[in-house]
């Protein structure tokens, strides 16, 4: 059966088009700077947003349409595992992502859940295995449970630590069977509401013994080209959540020598959250050598929440998709639309109409970066700013030829201090041409 009869393989139908399900930016085979869109971009499909979110929210309930709903759980999940494929295809998408709360019901205990989900799993495989879709990444939900309440490998309470390695454990083996590049960890419980109650440090050296744990059992199972994800977030659900920026997450990686095997996972609307843009978190996490994987979406700057909207916003994507070339690319992660439609968009046709609006910007993103990368301009700009360290002190002080000492005889010796405006303004007007 088929969820979604009416609409064919979406293609490209290029900048004139007014369809709505046809990409007018997103041309898969096109190649951009020796690479083809679909090689740069992997984009990925986000399992809990467009399969399992109902729409609804805290003042009214479900409004999304969605065919795959029934009165039985595992038929239910059975159902969505077809419709994500279809939708999948359709779309042209390769990749995915999942929570494996997304993809099978918890039933009555852990054994049922675990149960669930190697029932499901299996489907998923058969799927993969028949369409060529590949898993970008999974993840084990140690959020949404109510035993979750204190915290996850951070909770006061040993049995939950352990329940939520059990679920890591097996999250770590869907993996391997999905033949899956990227495990993703997001605290959501992890981080606190008091100090008055909470031992912070003990907390934290907690959710590092079990990412240890979890590095040691993907090597115990020959998994060990499995790259770990920390996917920083500054709050909500918690007011203070321990990973809360990407710098934040790169000292706590750094303090407990985490660092070999995990990157990060860095999403646009986190990064609001955090008073940053995409970009700030993509350099901090380039400086690091720690780019690791992308969900694309983007928050709205009048609400202060984690709104995750479908990215549109094409001076943000292109700053991002700079950031994407300077790194080399972004593989083995790839751009996750973790993206939900609005309330109002509740029909099924939405969900494809949604992610071509994304696709379509990120496209479009990716040449604007690719003018500004072939055209040197942010060198450029960075040369000139930076030029005093080409030669003479700036040099010595480069190549640490010099100490407080021969600095202060230096600058003692200074007549004046040369500054140069930046014209940020002209440059800013520029980058608008290159962009829009
Ligand atoms: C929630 C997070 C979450 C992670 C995966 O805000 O974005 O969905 O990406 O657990
Ligand atoms: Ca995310
Ligand atoms: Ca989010």
Same mark, same amino acid.
């Given at each position: ?10 293609? +490209?139908?290029?900048?004139? @088009?007014?369809? %709505? ?6 041309? %898969? ?83 049922? +859940?675990?149960? *669930? ?23 084990? &939900?140690?959020?949404? =449970? ?17 329940? @939520? ?12 069977? /999905?033949?899956?590049? *990227? ?34 059992? @993907? *090597? ?11 996917? %920083? ?11 809360? &920026? ?36 993509? =350099?901090?996490?380039? *400086?690091?050598?720690? /780019? ?17 909207? +479908? %990215? ?65 301009? +942010? ?58």
């Amino acid at each position: 059966m088929s969820y979604f009869p009416t609409i064919d393989k979406i293609q +490209f139908e290029g900048p004139k @088009s007014s369809n %709505p399900l046809a990409f007018r930016h997103y041309n %898969p085979e096109e190649v951009v700077l020796g690479k083809t869109m679909k090689e740069h971009m992997r984009f990925s499909v986000a399992y809990w947003h467009t399969f399992t979110q109902d729409g609804s929210d805290p003042f009214g309930k479900a409004v999304n349409q969605r065919d795959w709903l029934t009165d039985d759980e595992m038929e239910t999940a059975k159902n969505r595992v077809e419709a994500a494929f279809e939708f999948f295809e359709k779309l042209g998408v390769d990749y995915f992502c999942f929570h494996d709360m997304d993809v099978a019901p918890y039933g009555d205990s852990l054994e049922t +859940f675990f149960k *669930n989900l190697d029932e499901i799993v299996e489907l998923i495989k058969e799927k993969m295995d028949q369409t060529g879709i590949k898993l970008l990444w999974n993840t084990a &939900d140690r959020h949404s =449970n109510p035993i979750y309440v204190h915290g996850a490998a951070s909770s006061s309470n040993a049995d939950v630590f352990a329940v @939520s390695a059990a679920q890591v454990k097996k999250g770590i083996d869907i993996s391997q069977k /999905l033949n899956g590049k *990227n495990f993703v960890f997001w605290g959501g419980r992890e981080g606190y509401e008091n100090l008055i109650n909470t031992d912070m440090k003990l907390e934290e050296e907690n959710i590092a013994r079990l990412y240890h744990m979890a590095i040691d059992y @993907s *090597n115990e199972i020959g998994h060990e080209e499995l790259t770990f994800l920390l996917e %920083p977030k500054p709050k909500e659900p918690m007011k203070h959540q321990y990973d809360f &920026d990407a710098a934040t997450s790169m000292a706590f990686l750094q303090k407990y020598d985490l660092t070999d095997r995990f990157k990060l996972n860095l999403e646009a609307n986190h990064a609001t959250l955090a008073g940053h843009t995409f970009e700030h978190e993509m =350099n901090v996490a380039r *400086n690091y050598d720690a /780019l690791g994987s992308l969900d694309a979406n983007q928050g709205d700057t009048l609400l202060g929440w984690d709104t995750d909207e +479908f %990215p549109t916003d094409l001076y943000s994507v292109t700053l991002a998709m700079y950031e994407v070339l300077e790194n080399g690319g972004i593989e083995p992660g790839g751009i996750n639309f973790d993206a939900k439609v609005r309330r109002t968009s509740f029909e099924m046709d939405d969900l494809f109409i949604a992610h071509i609006a994304g696709m379509d910007t990120f496209a479009r993103g990716l040449k604007a970066a690719a003018r500004l990368k072939e055209d040197g301009f +942010f060198d450029q700009l960075k040369d000139e700013r930076y030029a005093s360290y080409k030669n003479g002190i700036g040099a010595d002080i480069l190549s640490e030829k010099v100490d407080l000492k021969s600095l202060t005889d230096y600058a003692l010796g200074l007549e004046k201090i040369d500054n140069k405006s930046s014209h940020i303004e002209f440059i800013k007007a520029q980058l608008n041409d290159y962009i829009y």
